[in-house]
């Protein structure tokens, strides 16, 4: 639903690999790219779930060997004594060679100038990506004014990266797409005067202007919430229908509303 900068670049880099690899199949030369990415954006706008859907392309493109998808953090890579976090890294990249390995927050890699240990996992990471440059590919992730300031700082590790996308918050009228999804998804349904409430409930949220909106979670917290609401009016009852269960209905939104949840999950 919505990422259309992730999608405009992946349609582009997707492209890129499919002519590169019919030059080669005509003798020509190929020109060599990195394939890493950096991925900018609130939470909950899709990062995770497109850098797990990059590793099956580039899996079904010839770039990796397996596509699988290893997801890690500083916790994951920074060990907390001198020589270790080059180990902790080391084992972190074997886990992923041949897949994505996915960074998420990378820029609490380095809290400070003086973070040693910070610096370390990123010379690591830097050997790895040279090392395993035909089989590994690299996605770090986070905000993006802390994004811009941590490859700012750190140039070795921002001219291994040429492909960047910015995840936007997704628009009121995606939210409720989502909502739709999740709903279809999970076998619930709901009535138009339940659809006409959610639509003028998230229509008032300014989500270009939230710091930290949580796009997505949000809907996923909203949704679970309603199932929550639906299942305490259900449960009242002495006998249930397979309807009913499938079913929100306008009782549960004006209880969700009084319950103020749509202001409750930014």
């Keep these: 639903m919505g990422l259309p900068n992730a999608k405009k670049e992946l349609h582009n880099l997707i492209?890129?690999?499919?002519?590169?690899?019919?030059?080669?199949?005509?003798?020509?030369?190929?020109?060599?790219?990195?394939?890493?990415l950096v991925f900018s954006g609130n939470p909950g706008t899709g990062k995770t779930t497109v850098a797990r859907i990059i590793g099956q392309i580039y899996k079904h493109l010839g770039v990796l060997s397996s596509g699988h998808f290893v997801e890690t953090d500083r916790a994951g890579l920074v060990a907390g004594y001198v020589g270790q976090t080059a180990l902790k890294v080391q084992e972190v990249v074997k886990k992923a060679t041949g897949g994505v390995l996915f960074i998420d927050e990378?820029?609490?890699?380095?809290?400070?100038?003086?973070?040693?240990?910070?610096?370390?996992?990123?010379?690591?990471?830097?050997?790895?990506?040279?090392?395993?440059?035909?089989?590994?590919?690299?996605?770090v992730a986070g905000y993006t004014e802390l994004m811009e300031q941590f490859l700012q700082a750190n140039p070795g590790f921002k001219s291994r990266f040429n492909h960047f996308?910015?995840?936007?918050?997704?628009?009121?009228?995606e939210l409720y797409d989502i909502f739709a999804m999740l709903c279809q998804q999970n076998d619930y349904r709901y009535g138009e005067p339940f659809a006409d409430h959610m639509r003028t409930q998230?229509?008032?949220?300014?989500?270009?202007?939230?710091?930290?909106?949580?796009?997505?979670?949000?809907?996923?917290n909203l949704f679970e919430?309603?199932?929550?609401?639906?299942?305490?009016?259900?449960?009242?009852?002495?006998?249930?229908?397979?309807?009913?269960?499938?079913?929100f209905t306008e009782i549960d939104m004006i209880q969700a509303i009084a319950e103020k949840l749509f202001d409750r999950t930014f």
């Excluded at 590169?20 to 020509?28: A, C, E, I, K, T």
């Excluded at 309603?226 to 309807?243: C, E, F, G, K, Y």
Aim: no cysteine; proline share 2%; charged share 20%.
């Design 15 to 36: 492209n890129f690999i499919k002519i590169q690899s019919l030059r080669v199949d005509h003798g020509l030369t190929s020109f060599p790219i990195t394939y890493h």
């Design 106 to 139: 990378a820029y609490s890699l380095i809290n400070d100038k003086q973070d040693a240990f910070g610096k370390e996992a990123i010379d690591s990471l830097l050997k790895a990506m040279e090392d395993l440059r035909d089989d590994l590919v690299i996605i």
């Design 165 to 173: 996308v910015q995840f936007d918050n997704f628009s009121t009228d």
């Design 202 to 220: 998230l229509h008032q949220i300014p989500v270009a202007t939230i710091t930290n909106f949580s796009n997505g979670r949000y809907i996923r």
């Design 225 to 247: 919430k309603l199932v929550t609401i639906q299942s305490n009016r259900l449960i009242l009852q002495q006998h249930i229908t397979r309807q009913e269960l499938m079913e």
